[in-house]
């Protein structure tokens, strides 16, 4: 490079080198078939105005609700320089089991020689083992409880869905005694 004012002239040189930076991502899956992995891309080192592309065609620097597979981006600074990486969305399956802690049967009551009435007092408990918490709770008489109580003799489905939307069903009868 020169500078010069008429009369006198500085001459400079200089390299501009390629700035250094890398793209790292990081991925977390995707649970019980459900669109909830995200990949999440961090810069390494200076980068400046970096635009993105995705081969999904986001263009955010992270991207969210995704399915399993493999996703790429190329990241471009104001220099025109450029970066590839990708990273891999598994699908990981929920740890979500429900266990039956007990189930107290419903009794009857005699009325008549040949006539007996269930007197609704069966009750089943379930204990959760699963790492989302937190668990909700669907049964099939309406009932939103961990446990449920004043039951008929019968058989009583629960859903159980953790905090990621992992979902389990487990049914249990209770009956007379």
């Known amino acids: 490079m020169t500078i010069s004012n008429g009369n006198c002239a500085f001459t400079s040189s200089f390299n501009i080198e390629n700035p250094q930076w890398e793209l790292v991502a990081i991925s977390e899956p995707a649970l019980c078939?459900?669109?909830n992995g995200y990949v999440d891309l961090t810069i390494?080192?200076?980068?400046?105005?970096?635009?993105?592309?995705?081969?999904t065609g986001e263009t955010t620097e992270d991207i969210a609700d995704l399915a399993?597979?493999?996703?790429?981006?190329?990241?471009?600074?104001?220099?025109?320089?450029?970066r590839t990486t990708s990273a891999e969305v598994v699908e990981a399956s929920s740890a979500l089991t429900?266990?039956?802690?007990?189930?107290?049967g419903s009794s009857m009551e005699q009325l008549e020689p040949n006539y007996f009435l269930d007197t609704e007092t069966g009750s089943i408990g379930i204990s959760i083992?699963?790492?989302?918490?937190?668990?909700?709770?669907?049964?099939?008489?309406?009932?939103?409880s961990e446990d449920i109580a004043n039951l008929a003799s019968g058989t009583y489905t629960v859903t159980?869905?953790?905090?990621?939307?992992c979902q389990v069903?487990?049914?249990f009868f209770c009956s007379y005694f």
């Open 98 to 104: 429900i266990n039956q802690d007990f189930i107290e």
């Open 129 to 144: 083992n699963g790492n989302q918490p937190p668990f909700s709770f669907a049964w099939s008489n309406g009932a939103t």
């Open 68 to 82: 399993n597979g493999i996703y790429s981006v190329t990241a471009t600074d104001i220099f025109n320089c450029s």
């Open 169 to 171: 069903m487990r049914s």
């Open 160 to 165: 159980v869905t953790d905090g990621k939307g």
């Open 33 to 35: 078939k459900n669109e």
């Open 44 to 55: 390494d080192g200076i980068a400046m105005g970096l635009s993105f592309l995705w081969n």
